[in-house]
């Protein structure tokens, strides 16, 4: 059974970088049958793709155009986890911020989430 | 990348038949066989209920059913049940490599 479970501070202060980390367990980062993901959900935006990496070779990372420009995905193999980073953030970054598998074309496990505000 | 088209709500009593549609475009939902269904209770993450549009994972109960025609999806309940009250959305993968979620659907058992 597969698990992820999610870690990070729930307050950010504007401008600065939210930071989370998603830990597997029951399966590998670094498998060639699946991608790692991070999904955010707020009332204005709903649900929203935030960005990918998954191994296929060599090492891929994609993330969606409304935050390209300040997002991060990395995986950590030695811990068999993966993090995001978001630059700059502002009051609306405010969300639960979830990792997901993504296997079949669709999420099929889910972290726990983290409610992230950002205020000062 | 706008989000796809869902009803706020739709309600039925148990034991009815009630359908959810998700409205997208030929880039996404009309181009793949890649829409899936997920079922949120509050405080919770979105649970799998299908996947490539018409699939259920193991476990979900034969009374959920996906469907497509062109650019909309369904997701059909066949005998509501009073469990199946939570927010529902649809995903579906798009033809510039990401995912776009539905704006969600609010199921309410009378």
């Known amino acids: 059974q597969v698990q992820l479970q999610q870690s990070g501070p729930g307050l950010v202060k504007p401008s600065q970088t939210l930071s989370l980390t998603c830990a597997i367990s029951g399966d590998s980062v670094s498998t060639n049958s699946a991608t790692w993901n991070w999904i955010r959900q707020s009332p204005s935006r709903g649900l929203e793709w935030l960005g990918r990496t998954y191994y296929r070779s060599k090492w891929y990372n994609e993330y969606a155009v409304s935050v390209k420009s300040r997002i991060t995905i990395n995986p950590d193999t030695s811990k068999n986890q993966f993090s995001l980073q978001l630059n700059s953030v502002t009051p609306e970054d405010t969300a639960v911020y979830y990792c997901?598998?993504?296997?079949?074309?669709?999420?099929?496990?889910w972290g726990q989430g983290t409610l992230v505000t950002v205020s000062s | 990348q706008s989000a796809l088209t869902q009803p706020p709500s739709v309600s039925g009593s148990p034991g009815q038949s009630v359908t959810i549609s998700c409205t997208g475009t030929?880039?996404?939902?009309?181009?793949?066989?890649?829409v899936s269904w997920y079922q949120q209770s509050p405080g919770t993450a979105p649970k799998l209920i299908i996947y490539e549009v018409t699939s259920r994972p193991s476990g979900v109960p034969d009374r959920f059913s996906g469907s497509r025609s062109g650019n909309t999806a369904s997701l059909t309940f066949s005998g509501l049940q009073a469990e199946d009250e939570a927010d529902y959305y649809c995903s579906s993968y798009t033809s510039s490599g990401s995912y776009v979620f539905g704006t969600g659907t609010k199921v309410t058992v009378l």
């Open positions: 030929s880039s996404d939902v009309g181009s793949y066989n890649r």
């Open positions: 997901a598998r993504n296997n079949n074309w669709s999420f099929d496990y």
